[in-house]
């Protein structure tokens, strides 16, 4: 919280300032008295002018010390409006951990579960004759199937009022991110299930599925990137 303590009066510059220059004017004052008397004039005009150089001086210096509270109501307006933020990114913060931030890990690995379990092994065991042509048909199936119910998790996923706007279109990157990635796969299992269907297992075939697979690895990888860019965000360290 803020902390910032008012300068006491007898020690801001103005004060420090006005107090010897009054006193000088004073002692100047004081002469031109003592001289007139002596000479028999008159000290009014010099009286005049002292007032009006010290009249300036004093109005001069209440301008300073306007500047110099304007001044220290600004750095502790600032201070103020630091400690405030500092506390809403701690609520916002644990809104985010207790809300997405604690799907986002648990989807990442069944994204990649899905893949290993009901695609590549099948494929391999399959490539490898020790899993006939059906039982790999019926996994990579499965696997079209668990893809479509994630992809409907990532859809729905709640973005919570409290977070701010680049949260906000961070966890909407990866959404975005994440359902073409998935997108990419379920066109490499439904091209896979067809050239099974047409026992079509042409380089040209293979090399399409491929092509998709890959691109569905360029989106995942994107989706990490707004995942690590949340973390950094709300200092999340694993």
């Given at each position: 919280?803020n902390?910032?303590?008012?300068?006491?009066?007898?020690?801001?510059?103005?004060?420090?300032?006005?107090?010897?220059?009054?006193?000088?004017?004073?002692?100047?004052?004081?002469?031109?008295?003592?001289?007139?008397?002596e000479?028999?004039?008159?000290?009014?005009?010099?009286?005049?002018?002292?007032?009006?150089?010290?009249?300036?001086?004093?109005?001069?210096?209440?301008?300073?010390?306007?500047?110099?509270?304007?001044?220290?109501?600004?750095?502790?307006?600032?201070?103020?409006?630091?400690?405030?933020?500092?506390?809403?990114?701690?609520?916002?913060?644990?809104?985010?951990?207790?809300?997405?931030?604690?799907?986002?890990?648990?989807?990442?690995?069944?994204?990649?579960?899905?893949?290993?379990?009901?695609?590549?092994?099948?494929?391999?065991?399959?490539?490898?004759?020790?899993?006939?042509?059906?039982?790999?048909?019926?996994?990579?199936?499965?696997?079209?199937?668990?893809y479509?119910?994630?992809?409907?998790?990532?859809?729905?996923?709640?973005?919570?009022?409290?977070?701010?706007?680049?949260?906000?279109?961070?966890?909407?990157?990866?959404?975005?991110?994440?359902?073409?990635?998935?997108?990419?796969?379920?066109?490499?299992?439904?091209?896979?299930?067809?050239?099974?269907?047409?026992?079509?297992?042409?380089?040209?075939?293979?090399?399409?599925?491929?092509?998709?697979?890959?691109?569905?690895?360029?989106?995942?990888?994107?989706?990490?990137?707004?995942?690590?860019?949340?973390?950094?965000?709300?200092?999340?360290?694993?």
């Amino acid at each position: 919280m803020n902390t910032t303590k008012k300068v006491p009066v007898y020690k801001r510059k103005w004060f420090i300032i006005l107090i010897p220059t009054l006193f000088v004017i004073g002692l100047i004052g004081n002469l031109f008295q003592d001289e007139n008397d002596e000479s028999g004039l008159s000290s009014e005009e010099n009286i005049e002018e002292l007032n009006r150089i010290a009249d300036q001086l004093k109005s001069d210096l209440a301008v300073q010390d306007i500047e110099d509270t304007a001044s220290a109501t600004q750095e502790e307006e600032a201070i103020e409006k630091e400690d405030y933020e500092e506390k809403v990114t701690a609520d916002e913060k644990e809104v985010f951990l207790n809300s997405v931030g604690s799907r986002f890990d648990s989807t990442m690995d069944r994204y990649d579960e899905i893949w290993a379990d009901h695609y590549e092994e099948p494929m391999s065991s399959f490539s490898e004759g020790s899993l006939d042509i059906y039982s790999a048909y019926k996994e990579i199936s499965h696997a079209e199937n668990q893809y479509e119910i994630l992809t409907i998790t990532i859809d729905e996923l709640d973005i919570p009022e409290e977070l701010s706007d680049e949260a906000t279109e961070n966890i909407s990157g990866y959404q975005s991110e994440m359902k073409e990635a998935i997108s990419y796969r379920l066109s490499a299992i439904r091209r896979t299930l067809k050239m099974i269907d047409d026992n079509n297992y042409s380089p040209k075939e293979v090399t399409t599925i491929e092509g998709q697979i890959v691109e569905s690895n360029k989106y995942v990888l994107n989706a990490t990137v707004y995942v690590a860019s949340l973390k950094a965000y709300y200092e999340i360290t694993e």
